[in-house]
């Protein structure tokens, strides 16, 4: 049964920082590529970051320079270290892993087989 536990989620001011942890089982953790995915309310769900199997990392334009995304792959984890956060990155943030491309209104695009709970965070000014 594969499982992936999201963590450190929580209420920060306007410039703080918080790091984001997902913790999984179930699945051989190291031949997965994994992601940080956001969802605020109305909104629809959005990419934040992604690492593949190798460490090569990308990132939502909106967070680059903010946000790093890694990965230990001895502890199973993947973790989203969150940096000169803004009201706007207030959101529920999901972990996803097992990543597959699938065409979407004729678009490629990447998908996730796996996901966590999601972790809310909310920044106040």
């Known amino acids: 049964q594969v499982q992936l536990v999201e963590s450190g989620g929580g209420l920060v001011q306007a410039g703080g920082s918080l790091r984001l942890s997902c913790a999984t089982s179930g699945i051989i953790f190291r031949t997965n590529d994994m992601a940080w995915y956001r969802q605020a309310p109305g909104d629809q769900r959005e990419l934040v970051a992604a690492?593949?199997?190798?460490?090569?990392?990308n990132y939502a334009s909106s967070v680059k320079g903010r946000f790093t995304i890694s990965r230990d792959n001895a502890k199973n984890a993947v973790y989203l270290q969150m940096n000169s956060l803004k009201l706007e990155d207030t959101a529920v943030y999901y972990c996803a892993a097992d990543r597959y491309r699938t065409i979407r209104r004729g678009v490629i695009i990447d998908e996730y087989h796996y996901w966590g709970q999601g972790t809310q965070v909310t920044v106040s000014s």
């Open positions: 690492i593949n199997r190798a460490g090569s990392t």
